[in-house]
């Protein structure tokens, strides 16, 4: 079995457009839109006035609501302005009703007064004795009505300065004790803050002293402590001192030893060599 044939044709896309031609497009191309219809300038003019119109209706409108508005505001005003026009009548008419009536009063009194002032008149020329007797009784009881009125008011005057001395002395007495106790206050207040200052320095002094006592104490046990130290140093210093002077002297001895075995060693080995 041989193997299968997979090539396929290679065909050139822009010849094979070219063969089949022009295409048929469905929307509008480029050049129909830059051709299209445009419109004068008379046109847009035309337009621009029938937009200013538009406004134009659109404020004559709110002119007109406008106006309304006003119309009925006017009405509301004039009502409530005749309602106060009438109420401003009505307190006038009762203002001058009560002027007539006092104006009535005063002339049925002046007519009153008149009346008796001609009876007085008339009855006074016959009964001139009996007036004369009774104005020197009523005098008399008057001047005694003024000096009991004036005796009254002496005493009511002297038990009132009485009262307002007693007051007044009674008021003294209360001011005083309440100055003397509050003095008494203050001295008291005055010792508690001197005792309380007090007690407070000796409270420092002690805590002064007692800080001082121990610091001094620290003091000497640091010290007796620094001298115990230094008697220990010296101490070891001392033994290790001894140790090696005592070492020293050893390596003396054992080289001092080994030196003296050479030379007898030497001078073994030259008689022996003598010797021979």
């Known amino acids: 079995m041989g193997k299968r044939d997979n090539r396929v044709a290679y065909i050139n896309p822009i010849a094979a457009a070219r063969a089949r031609g022009p295409v ?3 929307g509008p191309t480029i050049q129909d839109y830059l051709s299209r219809p ?3 300038w008379e046109e847009v003019k035309e337009q621009l006035e029938k937009k200013k119109k538009g406004s134009r209706a659109l404020a004559d409108f709110e002119d007109k609501m406008n106006e309304k508005w006003r119309k009925e505001l006017a009405k509301n005003r004039e009502k409530l ?5 009438k109420d401003k009548e009505k307190d006038k008419k009762a203002v001058d ?19 008796k002032s001609n009876r007085h008149s008339s009855s006074s020329s016959s009964s001139s004795s009996s007036d004369s007797f009774s104005s020197s009784s009523s005098e008399s009881e008057d001047e005694e009505e003024k000096k009991s009125v004036k005796k009254k008011r002496k005493r009511k005057k002297s ?19 309440i100055m003397v106790l509050v003095h008494e206050k203050k001295k008291k207040r005055i010792k508690e803050e001197g005792d309380k200052e007090k007690d407070e320095k ?12 121990r610091d001094s104490s620290s003091d000497s046990s640091a010290d007796s402590d620094g001298e115990e130290v230094a008697e220990a140093k010296k101490k070891k210093s001392s033994d290790d001192k001894e140790k ?3 070492k020293s002297k050893k390596k003396r001895k054992k080289k001092h030893k080994k030196h003296g075995r050479k030379k007898k060693k030497k001078a073994a080995s030259q008689s022996d060599s003598e010797l021979d």
């Open 244 to 246: 090696i002077t005592d």
């Open 24 to 26: 048929q497009n469905s």
């Open 202 to 213: 000796n409270r420092r002094r002690k805590r002064k002293a007692e800080r001082g006592y």
């Open 81 to 85: 302005l005749g309602g106060s026009d």
């Open 38 to 40: 445009r419109p004068t």
């Open 159 to 177: 038990s009132g300065k009485r009262a307002s001395d007693s007051s007044d002395v009674e008021s003294d007495a209360e001011s005083k004790t």
């Open 97 to 115: 009703k009560e002027k007539e009536k006092e104006e009535k009063d005063k002339k049925e009194k002046k007519k009153k007064e008149r009346k």
